[in-house]
Each structure stands twice: as C-alpha cells, then as structure tokens.
C-alpha cells in the first residue's frame, strides 16, 4: 500500500513537474533529488522544459537501481558535472559501486556524461544506432551545451560507449535481473527500454512521454513508432513506467500521452491531406486537447508540419 500510495502521489503532482520551475533542488547540478520509486531503483526527475542554463540541462531523467552487487546507472547525463552530481546522491544511498551506464538513446542528455563515467572506469552500453548517432552529432550536441550552461559544460567531452548491442543486452547482477531491450522504431534512432520483469517496472526513456509534449524530430517516423508501441511497447504490461521525461507513472497515462497522441495528429493531418490542405495550414490543426502539456508552445506546430511532411509521402 506505501508503494501503491508514493506512485498515486507522484502521478498526481503535475505542478511539481511545471516547465515553469527552473531548478527544485539548488543544493546540486541536478534538477531533482532522486527518488525511490519502488524498492531499490531510483530516480532523478529533469525539468520538462527545455534545456537551459538554470536547469543545467538535466531535462531527461537519470535513473539507478541497486541490485546488491553494484549500481547500473540509466542514462549518461547531459555533462560531466551532471553524472558527477548524480554519482554523488548514488553514494549518499548505498556504498555498492556503480558497475554499469545505460544509455537509452543517442542524444546530448543520454550521452554527454558519459565522459565522467568513463573516467571512473564504469562499462558503457548504448544501442549499436544510438552510438553511431552520438559519433555523428555528439560534437554538436557538446558545442550546443557548452554555449546553454557554460561553465556548468565544464570537463564534458565526446565520450562513446565502450560496448554497443542491436536486440538486447541481458544484465544479471545481485538480486535484479534486467533486460535492456530495443522493440524498435520510435522517438530517435537507437532508442531502448530497460525493463525489470520481476518488478514489472519499464524505465521507458523516450519511447514513452506524458507530462510533456513529444517531440517529432525530421528522422521520427510516426507510424513506426505506432506499430513499435503496439507490437512491444504496450505487451510488456508494465505496472510502473519510468518515462524519460516526467515524474513515474504507469501504462495508461503514457498510452494516453503519447500512442494516443501520435495517432490524434495523424488521423488530423490525414484528414487535412484528403481535403487538400497545404503544409502553410497544415501547422495549424487542432491539438487543443494536449494544450496542457508542458512544451507544447514549443513543438506542437512542429510536430504537426513534420507529420504533413511524412503522410504527404506514405
């Protein structure tokens, strides 16, 4: 019931995860203090606004789970001093050594810190995708955070992962056994999921969102992303969702969030294509029921002109 009920709170506490709150603990680099969200696996919530200099870019969040034999850390971070300061709150909760890093996909908060877990000689493990996106794009991804956070960008170099897999990468360490799976096409390339089958928990990164607006990116396939949720996603009947953005949740409010979205604004910008609507207008159609959203200033009329870009082709 204590579980049940930390769930129920953390659910029901949007205002907590505002994109109008620049930075909740101010004691550290990192947006939030982590937080247990069931037994032994923890959570440091980023902003879901977009990255800035008060959030020092932690707007994704960076998850850990101690299994008794060391710690597997769940996302890089997006520096050297953010994995530093998540390495911190690690030793404040267990003396066992952090062992292993997943990344959940290839981009600048996934990545960039691994510089600082490489320098503690931690194993790094991304999707074989993720890692070349990073190889592609990671220089860009550093230049862009060091001219956001400035001297919060301090130590963090391009860092690629020391081990790369394509379907899935098995852990068994202590008492957890964890599965870090790739289902398929989704957000951006290389995206995994980290699931716990005993715990029945998804750390979902970005294949799942909920309390802010998804972005679609000019390489997210909508329709992709669609039948991966369907045919993987949404068959591993999690009772917990870690999304990569927002506080913990379940199945439901992420379906609703994000499969429930990408199939709204399809079915809108298809109905605008049968009318014979133009891309000028095509920014435009109705997304009013996710106006709530944080960052839905921000990406709506982008998302909906890339989708009008991708049906206007299938």
Request: net charge negative; hydrophobic share 40%.
């Amino acid at each position: 019931m204590r579980l049940l009920s930390l769930i129920c709170a953390l659910i029901a506490g949007p205002v907590l995860a505002s994109e109008d709150i620049a930075d909740q603990y101010p004691a550290s680099m990192l947006y939030s203090k982590p937080v247990e969200v069931i037994p032994n696996v923890f959570s440091a919530i980023g902003a879901t606004a977009p990255p800035t200099y008060d959030n020092a870019g932690h707007n994704n969040n960076l998850s850990f789970i101690l299994t008794g034999d060391g710690v597997v850390v769940v996302n890089g971070g997006g520096s050297y001093l953010l994995a530093k300061a998540l390495h911190d709150e690690i030793k404040t909760v267990t003396d066992q050594p952090v062992k292993l890093v997943l990344n959940e996909n290839g981009q600048g908060h996934a990545m960039l810190g691994n510089s600082y877990w490489a320098e503690q000689g931690v194993e790094i493990v991304a999707h074989v995708d993720a890692a070349e996106e990073f190889k592609a794009h990671g220089g860009q991804d550093l230049r862009a955070t060091q001219a956001r956070v400035k001297e919060r960008a301090e130590q963090t170099k391009v860092t690629l992962p020391t081990k790369t897999f394509e379907d899935e990468y098995l852990v068994e360490m202590g008492d957890m056994q964890i599965e870090a799976r790739y289902l398929g096409p989704a957000h951006s390339p290389g995206d995994i999921v980290i699931w716990l089958p005993a715990q029945s928990l998804v750390i979902s990164g970005d294949v799942a969102f909920h309390e802010r607006m998804l972005p679609i990116f000019e390489h997210t396939m909508t329709a992709d992303w669609v039948e991966t949720w369907n045919a993987a996603f949404e068959p591993l009947g999690a009772t917990y969702v870690i999304p990569g953005h927002g506080h913990p949740t379940n199945m439901d409010q992420v379906r609703r969030y994000t499969h429930d979205y990408l199939v709204y604004l399809r079915e809108k910008i298809g109905a605008h294509l049968d009318a014979g609507g133009d891309l000028a207008d095509a920014f435009y159609v109705d997304q009013t029921p996710y106006r709530h959203l944080d960052t839905f200033e921000e990406l709506a009329t982008k998302n909906a002109g890339r989708v009008y870009e991708q049906m206007e082709f299938e």
